[in-house]
């Protein structure tokens, strides 16, 4: 296999799982907030932070933003084309690896994620705002199970298929070391459960 070939796989599969894994983990922080009081400017910024370091973000977010409000994380994050990590850039560049790899993937994983690619392009934050951002991120991680779903059943499970699988979970990895590294602070406050017996 030519290793561009392989490159390419490798991070249309990885950009396709973190945008995944930042809808996650907007949607998680926003179902949490539903639960709070009305917020003031800085519980927003201390509830908001963890999400921003824990995809790497937090220094760009910083130099386009002042506030550290919901709507501000969560335009930085799913549409703003300054940011690499937003989810339309990693859709973007995970459509672009498999343009570049039409020949190695199905025509069913093209269409799946040009199709992503297309409803994506057509998003805006008032939309989101207007159709209730949980079902946004619900409609960005069905689309991340379908083209892996699609990935799994049309695709010879040879070494194409193995690329793809160590972008994907490669990209877990990551994801689930940043958020535990962003949340430290939670976890060296909270008091070890002592066993006896």
């Not at 927003?44 to 910083?62: A, C, I, M, N």
């Not at 499970?157 to 958020?179: C, N, P, S």
Request: hydrophobic share 35%; net charge negative.
């Amino acid at each position: 296999m030519l290793s561009r070939v392989a490159d390419s796989l490798y991070w249309m599969s990885r950009y396709a799982e973190r945008a995944e894994n930042i809808a996650r983990i907007l949607d998680v922080n926003l179902q949490l907030m539903l639960d709070l009081p009305k917020l003031d400017p800085e519980e927003q910024k201390t509830l908001w932070e963890p999400v921003l370091r824990s995809t790497g973000d937090h220094e760009d977010f910083y130099e386009h933003y002042k506030v550290t409000s919901s709507e501000n994380v969560i335009d930085f994050l799913t549409l703003n084309s300054k940011n690499s990590n937003s989810i339309l850039n990693c859709i973007t560049t995970a459509r672009e690896n498999a343009r570049h790899v039409r020949e190695q993937i199905s025509l069913e994983m093209w269409e799946e994620i040009n199709r992503t690619y297309l409803w994506m392009k057509s998003q805006t934050l008032k939309k989101i705002q207007r159709q209730g951002p949980y079902e946004f991120f619900r409609a960005v991680k069905n689309a991340s199970h379908l083209f892996q779903g699609i990935t799994d059943g049309t695709m010879t499970h040879g070494e194409d298929w193995d690329f793809i699988q160590v972008g994907k979970y490669l990209e877990r990895a990551d994801m689930t070391t940043r958020i535990l590294d962003a949340n430290d602070e939670i976890f060296i406050k909270t008091p070890a459960n002592s066993h006896t017996g």
